[in-house]
């Protein structure tokens, strides 16, 4: 099936964007050695005076993601002793986030969906980004009643024998029968997804599909026991 020529264009754009991307992490030996290109069309690709074929457009989004991706979110992302993740380099880095986002969108692109969910403190900015990629709309769970807002649906959830958490959206933002993309930053122990899925189910949506950014092995493990749905992560951590 031929590709429409808007579909195409956004493609070869996009291919040009991965390699600005990586250009901003490695140098043109390694980017050379990686992907097979020669200095002269590398030079002319990331400097945009030239557009790659559709082709060759979506074999370098593909390597883009197999060899350069991991690698980059790595540096990005910074540990405290606690283990505690500091995503606000990653997040800062919008070029990079909106190249997540394609990615993620490109996996569920089979997918039937009406809307894509995020939690605010931060997963907006990777759910919007995503939503916009998907074109559907956005819903962002608030941990907090938000102001403007007469109408709420809640879901109480209790973390820890001592914790109690909330979550809201409005009213109204998730229809009965809409299927919903869970997006996440971070799957830790699979509480979150847990909640939201249920809050979608109060809510009388349901989950089709979980994205996220960063996931402990142990996490991803109790999330595939609970909900039944394609999971994709892009960078997971071994918990063992």
């Known amino acids: ?8 264009l956004y493609e070869r754009i996009l291919a040009i964007e991965c390699l600005i991307a990586i250009k901003k992490e490695f140098t043109y030996n390694t980017i050379i050695k990686r992907i097979g290109l020669s200095p002269p069309v590398l030079s002319r690709y990331i400097n945009k005076r030239v557009l790659p074929e559709y082709s060759r457009a979506i074999n370098l989004i593909r390597i883009f993601e197999e060899k350069f991706l991991k690698e980059i979110i790595e540096k990005k992302i910074k540990v405290d002793k606690q283990g505690i993740f500091n995503l606000s380099f990653l997040r800062s880095d919008i070029l ?6 394609h ?4 996996k569920f692109s089979n997918v039937n969906l009406d809307k894509v969910l ?6 907006e900015i990777l759910g919007t980004l995503t939503a ?32 109690v958490e909330y979550f809201y959206i409005p009213r109204g933002s998730i229809a009965s029968g809409d299927e919903v993309l869970l997006i996440l930053d971070v799957i830790r122990s699979g509480q979150s997804v847990k909640a939201l899925t ?7 949506g349901e989950v089709k599909g979980i994205a996220s950014l960063i996931s402990l092995e142990e996490g991803v493990k109790h999330v595939r026991e609970e ?8 960078f997971s ?3 063992s």
């Open 1 to 8: 099936m031929l590709k429409g020529k808007v579909d195409s």
């Open 96 to 101: 990079l986030m909106g190249l997540i986002a």
């Open 103 to 106: 990615i993620i969108a490109r």
């Open 118 to 123: 995020c939690l605010d403190n931060g997963g």
């Open 132 to 163: 916009w990629a998907l074109r559907k709309p956005i819903v962002i769970v608030r941990r907090e009643r938000e102001l403007g807002v007469n109408r709420f649906i809640e879901y109480r959830f209790i973390r820890s024998p001592s914790v």
């Open 198 to 204: 249920e809050l979608v189910k109060k809510a009388r």
């Open 227 to 234: 909900v039944k749905c394609p999971l994709y992560t892009l």
């Open 237 to 239: 951590i071994r918990t």
